[in-house]
Nanobody
Framework: VQLQASGGGLVQAGGSLRLSCAAS????????VAWFRQAPGKEREFVAA????????SIADFGKGRFTISRDYAKSTVSLQMNSLQREDTANYYC??????????????????WGQGTQVTVSS
């Protein structure tokens, strides 16, 4: 499965962006689809995940109330809606797929296909 992330860009603090992850060479099938982010000099961290078939979601604490993850069956895409963006949200955002157990859903090691990343920059 190849993943294509898109939707990043430059936005002012308080603004919104919608990221999208599309699969090619396969489908999301019974995978979980997740978003991670990595800022310069920092480790890659979990943002949100959704199970393609069941729709169960998980959101990192810093994203609760601001970020929403959803899936679109017709378009075979997973979107990450980010509102009230802050400078600390500046990072390269990656989508990934895997079959994590519940306790592993926020772990980088649980995912084995990764997209190329899309840059999100929030200015003050």
């Amino acid at each position: 499965v190849q993943l294509q992330a898109s939707g990043g860009g430059l936005v002012q603090a308080g603004g919104s962006l919608r990221l999208s992850c599309a699969a090619s060479g396969g489908t999301f099938g019974d995978y979980a689809v997740a978003w991670f982010r990595q800022a310069p000099g920092k480790e890659r961290e979990f943002v949100a995940a959704i199970r393609w078939r069941g729709g169960t979601t998980s959101i990192a604490d810093f994203g609760k109330g601001r970020f929403t993850i959803s899936r679109d069956y017709a378009k075979s895409t997973v979107s990450l809606q980010m509102n009230s963006l802050q400078r600390e949200d500046t990072a390269n955002y990656y989508c990934a797929v895997g079959r994590p157990i519940i306790s592993e859903i926020q772990r980088v090691r649980a995912y084995y296909y990764w997209g190329q990343g899309t840059q999100v920059t929030v200015s003050s």
